[in-house]
């Protein structure tokens, strides 16, 4: 029942592009560096050659812990948005942004473009970026610390690929149960538009067995900077599965097969629940692909990790 494609790579994002290669990038286990592999396969990603494209800072900002890359073709240009911590404080996540002209993101010069600045400075995480309507908004996590520890999720429309041109606005804060377990966290955003919807998914609680994932949605021609726009669902869409043995499913990114005849969930999950120590420094979290399917009212469905559609 395994459906891993990378082995102790955690946050995966998959991006299809035209050229007809899949593009992979994740969180390495020492947190140091950003590191991109393509295949023409989601199977051939396992054994594709990873690139490093970047490296932390040996000092200062983005000198701390790297989480959760994801790339982005907009403009004909590709970018990196990442998070950093600082050398002096690892935890103290910021969101960042490199750029590269070349044609293949596995060559050519990726250049910093800097840290995306959010209305407040504290701790954030996790952005991507989608486009509707004409407008390119941005999708992160970020701590308030006038609601106490743990964070939200935030919106706002882009002027270009790493500035904000709207203030941001809070569409998820962690006020189910189940997204309260070890920590107060949502996170990990990631954006399926279909059917005249804009979903987004999100992953919440700790790193343990009890990361789980969660959906909003809005219609496509809503006011997206406005928070009554968007829908929660009740409690989680995609949890641990004791059957299959996959535990913390999230902190997902949605791609296709190579025809687009079927839609590909990619995650992370564990292949155990006990863990010894911090979850975050338990390297195997594994990346792992499945299909999934749509329901009658036009939301998705995603089954449960490791089955196979």
Do not use: C
């Amino acid at each position: 029942m395994s459906n891993i494609i990378v082995e102790q790579r955690a946050d995966p994002w998959v991006y299809l592009h035209t050229d007809g290669y899949y593009y992979f990038t994740a969180s390495v286990p020492e947190y140091d560096r950003i590191e991109l592999r393509r295949s023409s396969s989601l199977e051939g990603l396992k054994d594709a050659e990873p690139v490093d494209i970047w490296l932390k800072h040996e000092s200062g900002v983005m000198g701390g812990l790297v989480w959760a890359p994801e790339l982005h073709y907009i403009d004909n240009k590709w970018y990196v948005y990442f998070a950093a911590g600082h050398s002096d404080a690892i935890f103290a996540q910021r969101i960042y942004v490199l750029e590269n002209a070349s044609a293949n993101p596995l060559q050519g010069e990726w250049v910093e473009k800097g840290q995306v600045t959010t209305d407040w400075e504290s701790f954030s995480l996790d952005a991507t970026t989608f486009e509707t309507g004409g407008n390119r908004y941005l999708v992160w996590a970020q701590e308030d610390a006038s609601m106490g520890r743990g964070t939200n999720l935030y919106i706002a429309q882009m002027s270009n690929p790493w500035t904000l041109q709207s203030k941001q606005v809070l569409i998820v804060k962690p006020d189910q149960p189940w997204e309260r377990i070890g920590h107060n966290v949502v996170e990990g955003p990631a954006v399926l538009q279909r059917n005249g919807k804009i979903f987004i998914t999100y992953s919440a609680s700790a790193t343990d067995h009890n990361y789980a994932m969660g959906i909003i949605s809005a219609d496509a021609s809503s006011d997206l900077l406005h928070p009554d726009s968007w829908i929660k669902a009740e409690g989680p869409v995609f949890r641990s599965h004791e059957e299959t043995q996959q535990y913390g499913p999230g902190h997902n990114s949605f791609t296709t097969t190579l025809d687009g005849s079927k839609d590909i969930l990619i995650y992370h999950a564990r292949p155990y629940k006990e863990i010894d120590g911090e979850p975050l420094f338990d390297p195997n979290r594994h990346a792992r692909a499945q299909a999934f399917t749509w329901n009658a009212d036009g939301t998705p469905y995603f089954g449960y990790p490791g089955k196979f559609i």
